[in-house]
């Protein structure tokens, strides 16, 4: 697919009214500095759209990127960042979960872990909130270039069996720096895009809360 435009459309914080969208959208969780803004701007062709840092916690809001009119990539805030007061990380929960249980244009959920680490029980949790939600996320573990190729099958055994996924979810090593495993999200996102992807039996949720 080529990519005509992409733009920051909307941004929404912890009062903010989430958008009914008539696109489809795909969303991107995970703990912070996993690589959500980098993964997103890889698949983009861009340096910069969505913002990233050596900082953690950078992206606090819910943010949609329009591409080419045809689908919202959202990225979702990070989790786990341990400097942040408790008190913005139940706000930041919620509106995470209030994104998953009542978009009603989501399609496809990608859970980003770090290949390097065993899943936290943060990763653990938000799997779980993905799958009661009525999503089978595909897992994208990120910054396969920090492995050796040798360490790869290991790792990725690693992060099937902390997640306990069942052998039918997809998982794809990805790296932003590298590129490798971009083009199997591409294909992903063109199933959604073409209204081909089936995610499940997500099409009974109610509507938002
Ligand atoms: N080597 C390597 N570094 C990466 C990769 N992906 C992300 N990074 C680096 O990891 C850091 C965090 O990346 P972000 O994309 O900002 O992470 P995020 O998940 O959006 O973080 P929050 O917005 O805080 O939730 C940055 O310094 C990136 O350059 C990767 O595949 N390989
Ligand atoms: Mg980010």
Same mark, same amino acid.
């Given at each position: 697919m080529i990519i005509k435009n992409a733009s920051l459309d909307t941004v929404c914080g912890v009062t903010s009214t989430l958008p009914k969208n008539r696109l /489809?959208?795909?969303a991107f969780a995970g703990k912070s500095n996993v690589g959500k803004s980098s993964l997103i701007n890889s698949l983009m062709n861009r340096k910069? %759209?969505?913002?990233?840092s050596a900082q953690p916690g950078k992206t606090q809001t819910i943010n949609y990127y329009n591409v080419n009119g045809q689908i919202y990539l959202v990225d979702l805030p @990070?989790? @786990?960042?341990?400097? =942040?007061? !408790? $008190? &913005?990380?139940?706000q930041w929960g919620r509106l995470v979960e209030r994104y998953l249980y009542s978009s009603q244009a989501l399609q496809a959920v990608f859970l980003l872990i770090d290949i390097r680490?065993? /899943? *936290? $029980?943060n990763d653990r949790m938000m799997y779980q909130w993905i799958? *009661?939600? @009525?999503? $089978? /996320? =595909?897992?994208?573990a990120t910054k396969l270039d920090k492995l050796k190729r040798s360490q790869? +099958? !290991?790792?990725?055994? +690693? &992060?099937? $069996? @902390? %997640?306990l996924l069942p052998k039918e979810t997809k998982l794809i090593p990805f790296s932003a720096t590298s590129r490798q495993g971009r083009e199997e999200i591409w294909e992903i996102m063109e199933a959604v895009i073409a209204g081909e992807y089936d995610n499940g039996d997500h099409s009974g949720q109610e509507a938002g809360i």
């Open positions: /489809p959208e795909i910069s %759209l969505a913002r990233t @990070g989790y @786990g960042y341990t400097k =942040i007061a !408790k $008190e &913005v990380k139940d680490h065993v /899943p *936290s $029980e799958v *009661s939600n @009525g999503f $089978e /996320p =595909i897992i994208i790869i +099958q !290991k790792h990725v055994k +690693q &992060v099937r $069996e @902390g %997640l």
